[in-house]
């Protein structure tokens, strides 16, 4: 039990700091969402003419003119087709912004006469989280029961308590370290977390059957540490490739994806962390812990 | 198997794997005004990935009451709009730079659903409570049961015939006993109107008629009232919502605009192909790595991904009602990446059996897959459990992620259990060196070579 303890003595260290200060994190904080999931500020400009050529005027003018005041706009949606534009700011840029040259400058770039800006309206905008953590803990709670009782019929109560340990560390990791990073989490947190438990538990499901051979294969009187050593050998090829299969997914979301789902890649990179170095460290220490206490 | 008839069957599966796949992704014209659109084009995209509809809520200059909190208007629009089913949506408020302006405005921005939306918003901002009149005569306006909780429950019943929806409205005891009395009391045929609004105005005028017509005592079983007749689910869905949470307390008015996805922040910005391209980048990449890891088995495994990605693919506009959102990709991408890890498992199984043992080539095959066949099972049944209980519990993303992250690990058991060992089966017989082909050396090998490096060394 030593060795193994030895050897995974710098996880539970990390575990643990990573838990209490993500965690104290997110006590203070919360998740930190992006401009469209939290308060914000916006302007909103719709021209009365529904002109292709105007309607690029107006986009690129609005933009220039952003530049020019060296404002920066986190995001854009445009209004019926672009005949309006929305604009997004994270912090209150009214004041650094003039109608009257705004709208000047927009209308003297469309150079269609009869064209007119219609709306011009600065907003303080009360965000809408669809963030609703109760409902993803509440499948995974019920999840964990369901969990607990499959795996302790098809394999064995130490194999059960070692999946859902697993399950529900991986889960609080995640959670841990989106406090600490503080990626914008709305609207795909709930998923990641959900994603995280059940990756957890898949390859710590994975990990306890190998057990089970290996036991099976013992002749005689089995050391449990020394089994767990053994099977975290075998299985660290599998566990690092399961590692590089999320990072490829990861990469592949924040490579190709518009600024938004950027932060969808980073969540399921963290997730993924999370369940591969929970399952493999963990589901030994557990299930080695209550087999040498059962012994 | 023989060399033949592995032949044969193989050429045939690849001929069927290459057509379906052509007519997954490709696209063409089809006559003067269709084109097919291939799977990926049929699926249906929610409001976060492609255009929606945004309402733009003020209050009315009627509205009777001044809006205390505002955040409470919000969550009960966003409670109604995910009753009516909408995934992916938006609510904000829109507090205005004017301090002088005092009434906030509402965004409400959703997927616009042909000839649906409208209507929606309509029960969604109903205004108003709702009334119950009773009389012996048609268009009663008579108000009854006033004074007591009406509806217990509303469920919808299913499609009866083409345009006739049914529905089933429980009434509490009190309602019921009180309903059942003025019918009896009445001399000839009673009439029910059920309607949706704001009392004591002049002539009901604020008031949207659910239901009107004539109602008898048999017509309630037990404390049930089944209504038929309605035109369409939809239809069924705005009145069941209407009849279980009324109104809202304040009356806005509203106009819709059409708007740009929130993940499109430029106009070029084609979100659903790019969803495409990262998830073929993800298949591609981890077949190669696949190939270079196991070689002949990463070949395998490859083709049998390739299968779950078309099956995925192809299910998610084969099962109804499925509209793709962003929580809808992650789960697809998230039920890759256990098809992959499955895979991985089977691979490093066989290989370990060959290793581990002085077995042939078939038998630690043979071997490796009855070893993987209950881990397999155990970790697609845990997934699904929780895939199960997202799919009953929750809502808007996080229910988007659950269906396709389901469907997504059904497709996964079978092309695991399945389609790899079918693969197998075809591909071992036409190769000379199993061994080489399938990189499988004995653990004894691997030891002597290494040992051989170190002396060299």
Known sequence: MNALIKKTKWFIVATLAILVVGMTFFGIFGFNNTIDYSDGYELKIVIDQPLDSAKEALKKSSNDYFAEKGISVVSTQEVDDGMGIIFKFSSDVSSSISETEMTSKIKTSMQ??????????????????NVKVGNALLGLAIGLVVIFVYVAFMEKIASALAVCASYVLSMLGFTALMGILRIPAAPLVEVFMVFSAVFAAILSITTVG????????????????????????????????????????????????????????????????????VSYYLTPLVWTAIKAKKK | MSKKKATILLSILSVIIATVLVFTFIQFPVGAAGSYVGAIGGVTLDYDLEDGVAYTLTLSEDNDEEVEDVNQVVNEIKERIEFLGYGAYSVKVLEDKDPLVLDDEIRVELKSKAGQTDSDIAAILAYGDLHFYGEEQSDPIKEILKDVKVIADSQYLGLYEEGNHGISIVLTNEAKDELVKAIESASGSYYLKIACGVEGHEGHS????????????????????????????????????????????????????????????????????????AIITIVVVFAICNIVLFKGLGIIVALSNLVFIIGETWLMIGVPGIILSIGGI???????????????????????????????????????????????INLHVVSGVVALALLFLANATLKNFAITF????????????????????????????????????????????????????
């Open chain 2, 330 to 376: 992650i789960g697809i991408i998230a039920s890759t990446i256990v098809c992959a890890t499955a895979s991985l498992f089977f691979a490093q199984r066989v290989k370990d059996e060959y290793a581990s043992s002085k077995k042939t080539v078939k038998a630690a095959i043979s071997k490796g897959f009855r070893q993987g066949l209950i881990p397999t």
């Open chain 1, 112 to 129: 269609l006469d009869g064209v007119d800006v219609e709306t011009f309206k600065f907003a303080i905008v009360h965000g809408s989280s």
């Open chain 1, 210 to 277: 190998r057990y089970k051979e290996q036991v099976k294969n013992t002749e005689g009187k089995v050391d449990f540490a020394k089994l767990s050593l053994a099977v975290m050998e075998m299985e660290k090829k599998k566990y690092i490739l399961s590692l590089a299969t999320v990072l490829i997914a990861g990469v592949a979301l924040i490579a190709l994806f518009t600024s938004n789902t950027f932060y969808a890649g980073a969540q399921l990179i963290l997730a993924g962390v999370s369940a591969v170095s």
């Open chain 2, 406 to 457: 389901g469907i997504g690990l059904a497709v996964s058991l079978i092309t695991n259990l399945v389609i790899t060992r079918m693969y197998t089966a075809l591909i071992l017989p036409l190769v000379k060196d199993k061994e080489k082909f399938l990189r499988f050396e004995r653990a004894e090998a691997v030891a002597e070579a290494s040992e051989e490096v170190t002396e060299e060394a």
């Open chain 2, 206 to 277: 604020h008031e949207k008629v659910l239901f009107n017509g004539e109602i008898t005592k048999d017509a309630i079983n037990g404390n049930t009232i089944g209504i038929s007749g309605i035109s369409s689910r939809e239809e069924a869905q705005r009145f069941i919502l209407q009849l279980k949470h009324g109104g809202i307390d304040y009356n806005y008015e509203y106009e819709s605009e059409s708007i740009s996805s929130i993940y499109a922040n430029q106009a070029d910005d084609n979100v659903a192909q790019k969803v495409l391209v």
